[in-house]
């Protein structure tokens, strides 16, 4: 087949047009790749980029279950026993007071932190595992069962303690039941959680009715309990369910609630004065009562953090 001279000439300038347009476009991205490499090279252009989301740190031991290795004895005046037994801190009734203080305070977070642990009232009727903890420069107390064995609280804020500020809840706490707190220390804000969660008692209720919202509740997290199960589970947590009911007690289903949530920006918290005050900067502590203790953690937390 022959070609038209002026039909070649026409095909040689596409072909030429085309070969400059394909140097022109691997030109064009050589210089992208050229300018991402410069990118990915300044520092200071990856300063501004945004920080990922960080992530809360592993969970510490407090206690190494042994002895009261990094702890001391809290110098109160009349304080009773203190042992470490089956990994457990005991901490038995004195006089008054009786308690352990941590002894290393530069290793401990003043904020942004967690504190998770379990705690257990022997006998007595006071508070059982008080925890004194640092908030900023300053420091404060969880109180567990505080002015005749009831009221939780943070004491003190804007110089007002545990039974009479806005973190103050009236709780029952079986004897010889373990309880799970968790504190958590930001600068805007304290808040604590427990396990199992306090359930009220409608008027009228009857075991039969209390065992059907609780097994209600758990749907909603995905259990599927039979009437029989649902019972034998409160029961473990309310022995005296029977009793506690009628008369309109406090009595818990498992799980965990949020019992304290108080915003502290511009507000003043500080340590209720008086022999309290030798837990600083981080202590246990019960009184007149005999506490236990058990797996005692701390983690870091991010510097903001909404999550539970």
Not at 253 to 281: C, H, N, T, W, Y
Request: charged content about 20%; some cysteine; hydrophobic content about 40%.
């Amino acid at each position: 087949m022959k070609i038209l001279p002026h039909l070649a000439v026409a095909l040689l300038f596409v072909a030429l047009g085309c070969a400059e347009f394909h140097q022109k476009q691997r030109a064009r991205a050589a210089q992208q790749y050229e300018n991402l490499h410069t990118f990915i090279q300044d520092t200071n252009a990856l300063a501004q980029l945004p920080q990922p989301t960080a992530q809360p740190s592993a969970w510490a031991s407090l206690f190494n279950g042994t002895d009261l290795t990094g702890w001391k004895e809290t110098d109160y005046a009349g304080r009773g026993n203190v042992k470490i037994e089956n990994g457990e801190l005991h901490i038995e009734n004195g006089l008054v007071i009786t308690g352990v203080t941590f002894t290393n305070a530069t290793v401990l977070p003043k904020t942004n932190y967690e504190i998770s642990y379990q705690a257990k009232r022997v006998n007595g009727s006071d508070f059982f595992a008080l925890l004194t903890f640092p908030v900023g420069d300053q420091h404060a107390s969880f109180v567990t069962g505080g002015w005749g064995g009831a009221v939780t609280g943070i004491s003190s804020i804007n110089s007002m303690d545990a039974s009479e500020n806005d973190t103050t809840v009236y709780l029952k706490y079986n004897q010889d039941q373990w309880y799970t707190f968790r504190l958590r220390v930001t600068p805007e804000n304290l808040s604590v959680w427990m396990t199992p969660k306090e359930h009220p008692i409608p008027l009228n209720a009857t075991v039969a009715s209390v065992v059907k919202a609780y097994q209600t509740e758990a749907a909603t997290t995905g259990q599927t309990l039979t009437a029989k199960e649902a019972e034998a589970a409160l029961r473990a947590i309310n022995p005296a369910l029977d009793k506690n009911i009628p008369a309109r007690e406090t009595i818990y289903f498992p799980g965990e609630a949020q019992i304290i949530d108080e915003p502290i920006k511009d507000k003043v918290v500080e340590m209720r004065a008086g022999e309290i005050e030798l837990s600083a900067p981080f202590g246990f502590a019960s009184f007149q009562s005999y506490g236990v203790i058990r797996n005692a953690r701390i983690r870091r937390l991010p510097k903001k953090s909404d999550g539970k």
